[in-house]
């Protein structure tokens, strides 16, 4: 066993917990608010807000 | 459910709007330069050092016409999504779907690839100092968790990243080329290839060559995929563009003379680090160490860019429906298509893990090439529906329709050039794109709301 080895061990432990704290935020965020909120970004408000498209 | 919670929060959920010109740059840039660091040398290896410098300048060529057309397409259709919104507007919703996919299957095997030599570039490092048979798979998995994990958290976070880690990249290279210049290295420059061999396999070495010369900006297009997430898109997009291409071109050229230089062409064509390489050539530790550092870098900002991309892309399709409409999803609190960056994840290891580099890089920037050429199209079809005068655009590109006219003969040409290398990869991916429209023709669109698709607050198209 040497330094290379131990690294491999850690590329692995800290592989399964950023995928945890990612699939946690996910699913924490999924049953907290409501499906329609989170989806409900739409396309090209700032041109509908704020750019005419006018010369 | 918490009440509270959702009350408390804003009642429609968008990108967030943080980003200026130098993260658009840090994008499109942080993408591509990996192809300076590895890739672009196998154009010198099918055609000898003038063929190599023919593709690194023809393909320049090409992604010039990319970057002012797509300047000012997505100045006006500022929207995430790049070109899959570009073509929804302008071509339809077919094209729209395909140029979606030609997006995310680009960016993701790109990612893949990316990972993939990070895992390589660790084993290199390994076995230099005494360590054998390395295992890579915790390295690539690490690489693509830890960047779709920083993409997740907030774009800001991540192309701020990007921009200090692709400078340090592009400085390096700058530096590598002074001190060669100022004689550092221990071995002279030699180009006495170019006159004793300038063509060691004729002509048809210099198209073939022109597949690899991609390598050198592959991915600057990306920078549209920021579209939603930039402060002033009219202006920031145009800038951090054509800021990006002249990097490229600068760093394309540079990298091409060191290596040729200090290099045999007959090595160089081979090569699996040639920026390394030269510094190694040149016996300084810190020039290697320091292209060493850019090597990596330079590949860990390629995958984070390409998160970046996939993941929008991804994510407008869902949110018109083109997909479920589950990957259109805003993260309430991060404001990151956080369903999407988590969704691709799986993906992007299933090739990192599963396939062999070549493939996935040819998958690559076929689908990349499928999307220059819908541009040309594109382009003429912008500029007719919508005649210069008749909407606001944030820059207009010069000498319309020769940019675009050029850009269609050298994909051609290109296309060509793939199909000498890689024929039966292009007509799989063919194939593929082929029964995909098949099944959002005559299943998925049935789902999509027709009339919310077009956002854009345009007059009429002319003609219609």
């Known amino acids: ?14 592989s399964a917990l950023v995928a945890a704290i990612m699939l946690i935020d996910l699913i924490k965020v999924d049953t907290t608010y409501d499906n329609e909120l989170l989806t409900s970004s739409r396309e090209g408000e700032l041109e509908l807000t704020q750019e005419r498209h006018e010369l | 459910m918490s009440n509270a919670t959702v009350t408390e929060a804003p009642q429609r959920l968008g990108l967030l709007r943080v980003l200026g010109p130098g993260h658009v740059w840090a994008l499109g840039v942080g993408i591509v330069l990996v192809g300076e660091y590895m890739g672009w040398n196998f154009s010198v290896g099918k055609g000898g050092m003038i063929a190599g410098l023919v593709a690194c300048w023809v393909a320049g060529l090409l992604y010039t016409c990319v970057a002012m057309i797509d300047s000012e397409v997505t100045s006006t259709v500022a929207a995430a999504g790049g070109q899959y919104a570009q073509a929804k507007h302008i071509v339809g919703p077919l094209m729209a779907f395909n140029v979606g996919l ?12 990316n990972a993939i030599t990070i895992g390589f570039l660790l084993d290199t490092v390994a076995g230099m100092l005494g360590h054998t048979g390395l295992n890579q ?38 530096i590598l080329f002074v001190s060669v210049k100022f004689g550092v290295s221990a071995v002279p420059l030699d ?20 597949h690899f010369g991609l390598w050198y900006y592959l991915g600057i297009e990306g920078t549209c995929q920021a579209a939603e997430e930039v402060r002033s898109p009219a202006r920031s997009l145009p800038f951090g563009t054509m800021a990006g291409i002249m990097t490229l071109l600068i760093a394309a050229t540079l990298t091409w003379y060191v290596c040729s230089g200090l290099i045999p062409w007959e090595y160089l064509g081979n090569a699996g680090t040639p920026l390394f390489d030269a510094a190694r050539v040149t016996g300084n530790t810190s020039l290697m160490v ?21 993941s929008r892309a991804w994510f407008s399709m869902g ?30 290891l299933i090739f990192a893990l599963g396939a062999p580099l070549d493939q996935v890089i040819t998958f690559s920037i076929l689908s990349g090439l499928l999307g220059y050429t819908f541009m040309t199209f594109n382009m003429f079809m912008f500029r007719r529906k919508w005649p210069l005068g008749s909407i606001k655009r944030g820059y207009v590109h010069p000498w319309h329709p020769l940019p675009a006219l050029v850009l269609l003969l050298i994909c051609g040409a290109t296309y060509f050039a793939v199909f000498l290398g890689y024929g039966t990869q292009l007509i799989a991916m063919l194939c593929f794109y082929i029964i995909a429209s098949l099944w959002f023709h005559f299943w998925r669109y049935r789902f999509v709301k027709r009339g919310d698709q077009f956002t854009m607050p345009w007059p009429r198209p002319q003609g219609y």
């Open chain 1, 1 to 14: 066993m040497d330094v290379w080895n131990y690294l491999e061990y850690a590329a692995w432990v800290l």
């Open chain 2, 102 to 113: 030609f997006l995310v299957m680009a960016y993701t095997m790109l990612e893949a690839a």
């Open chain 2, 137 to 174: 798979k915790p390295f690539i998995i690490l690489t693509i968790l830890a960047l779709a994990w920083l993409n997740y958290r907030g774009v800001l976070a991540s192309l701020s990243f990007n921009l200090v880690i692709t400078a340090f990249a592009f400085v390096a290279i700058i």
């Open chain 2, 191 to 210: 180009f006495s290839a170019v006159t004793n061999e300038p063509l060691p396999y004729g002509w048809l070495g210099v198209v073939a060559a022109l």
């Open chain 2, 290 to 310: 320091l292209l060493f550092i850019g090597t990596a870098f330079a590949t860990t900002a390629s995958a984070n860019g390409c998160i970046n991309d996939a």
């Open chain 2, 319 to 348: 949110r018109d429906r083109y997909l479920p409409s589950w990957f259109g999803a805003v993260h309430p609190r991060y404001r990151t298509p956080y369903r999407s960056i988590v969704f691709l994840v799986p993906i992007a």
